[in-house]
């Protein structure tokens, strides 16, 4: 077999094949065995019938289609690996020359990716946030603690911000009440913001057994994104009472003795939050200097298949658990489906962008994933699935996705070899001293290849990663 590579762009080849025909000999005897399976004719045994008889009754063309077709798929898998290619996607094949007893020859056009050249990085140089915990800071956060240890109480009064409420809903569209749009005994914090636009107003001032009217934008369900006619029915108003910051609050609310251990428990969540957040911002910045300082051309077919994909699992997996469409979600987001198609062009084009240059920047500096990094990374992605190690590890193994997660892990590694070579300040001017770099650039690495607006369950993330890992 012969074999020559032409590049058609940066992206993209046609290979040119020539076989001798004794290199089918194996594919022919295949194909009258396989035909000799299928066909009957009289006089003979099936399976037994001679090639000779085959051509006569059925035709020599049909054992040559049957013999191209089974040689064609390692044929071009000799030729990719001849050639020392990195194919990306299917090929498309055009048999171009097929001369009996002589001579097979093919063309297969395909992606590939692109030789990148790793710009120096050494220079790159970032600005983040001060990782500082301010007295407001722990205030807010002793505050929220203490909310979750009120009590409520009924009272016979008419209901004010900050009381609970017990209530039960209606909700009408055209006239027509919801299949979906009653609840009954729902607890409502007045002023919380987490129901329906308008209820607040609606409730406050209201004694039990009181019932009000309100129009609002409904957020989810069937009718997400309509206006609808709310009717609200108080059952109940609850006084809610906050406990005492002393002491005694902190060994209700913690493992500790006094307040002031607390509050300094709280202040060092904080800062460790902070500094979580503060390298994640860091790792984000310098990806994006890496990437704006390399040429990465994109294949157009692959970027076209990747942002389908993120389309068709945010519309089919996020939206469909949400009960909505992909029009009501967009006017949720204040967003024209132009723009939302840009956004997501170009997150994908950052994901594909990301992978082709941190997967070059690993085999440049010839990082390998150990068996314990691998394991480690694994627990990390099964705890935010919430899917339990076991249970996270065999979906992987199932789904034929160790690679992937390998991938992710090199990747990972290679951008904490960027973060680590930079100079990162923060807004303070001081230099920023990043601890574990690998774990945040993993996490860094994969929302880049795969952004949270199209990111499926878990079980189903390897239809989430981009085209080119997939390839």
Request: proline share 3%.
């Amino acid at each position: 077999m012969k074999s020559a590579v032409e590049n058609l762009n940066p992206t993209r080849v046609r290979l040119t094949v020539e076989v001798p025909f004794e290199e089918l000999k194996s594919n022919l005897d295949a194909a009258y065995k396989k035909i000799n399976q299928q066909v009957t004719v009289p006089g003979f045994r099936k399976g037994k019938i001679p090639a000779r008889v085959i051509d006569q009754r059925f035709g020599r063309g049909a054992v040559l289609e049957e013999a191209v077709n089974d040689a064609l798929p390692g044929l071009y898998q000799s030729a990719v690996e001849e050639g020392e290619l990195n194919p990306l996607g299917q090929p498309e094949v055009d048999i171009t020359e097929l001369k009996d007893n002589e001579l097979l020859a093919f063309t297969a056009e395909v992606d590939v990716r692109p030789k990148i050249e790793i710009p120096d990085y050494s220079g790159i140089e970032v600005t983040v946030e001060a990782a500082e915990v301010s007295d407001e800071d722990v205030d807010k956060a002793v505050e929220q603690l203490r909310e979750r240890f009120a009590s409520t109480t009924v009272v016979e009064r008419a209901a004010a911000e900050g009381d609970v409420v017990k209530i039960d809903l209606e909700a009408k569209v055209d006239g027509e009440v919801l299949d979906d749009g009653v609840a009954n005994g729902v607890d409502y914090t007045i002023g919380s913001g987490e129901l329906l636009d308008g209820i607040d107003d609606a409730v406050t001032g209201l004694e039990a057994g009181a019932t009000a009217t309100f129009t609002s934008e409904l957020k989810g369900g069937s009718a997400a994104g309509k206006e609808a006619e709310v009717k609200v029915d108080v059952t109940s108003v609850s006084a809610r009472e906050l406990p005492e910051l002393d002491d005694d609050f902190a060994q209700l609310a913690s493992e500790f003795d006094t307040l002031d251990e607390l509050r300094e428990d709280s202040r060092k969540r904080l800062g460790q939050s902070k500094k979580y957040e503060q390298a994640t911002e860091a790792q984000e910045k310098v990806l994006d200097e890496l990437i704006g300082l390399a040429e990465i051309p994109v294949p157009e077919k692959l970027l076209e298949d990747e942002v389908n994909t993120r389309k068709h699992n945010l519309i089919n997996h996020q939206l469909a658990q949400m009960g909505i469409d992909l029009a009501a979600y967009l006017k949720m987001q204040d967003k024209s489906e132009e723009d939302f198609d840009a956004e997501l062009k170009e997150q994908a084009e950052k994901g594909i962008k990301t992978q082709f240059l941190l997967d070059e920047l690993v085999n440049t500096e010839k990082l390998n994933v150990s068996q314990e990094e691998l394991t480690e990374h694994l627990m990390r992605r099964a705890q935010s699935s919430g899917m339990s190690p076991d249970q996270f590890a065999q979906a992987v193994v199932e789904g034929g996705q160790v690679p992937m997660l390998v991938g992710e892990v090199a990747r990972g590694k290679a951008l904490a070899v960027v973060v680590e070579a930079a100079t990162v300040k923060d807004s303070n001017g001081e230099v920023v001293d990043l601890d574990d770099e690998d774990e945040t650039a993993e996490t860094v690495a994969a929302d880049a290849e795969a952004s949270d607006d199209t990111e499926a369950a878990s079980t189903e993330a390897e239809a989430d990663k981009p085209e080119a890992d997939k390839a």
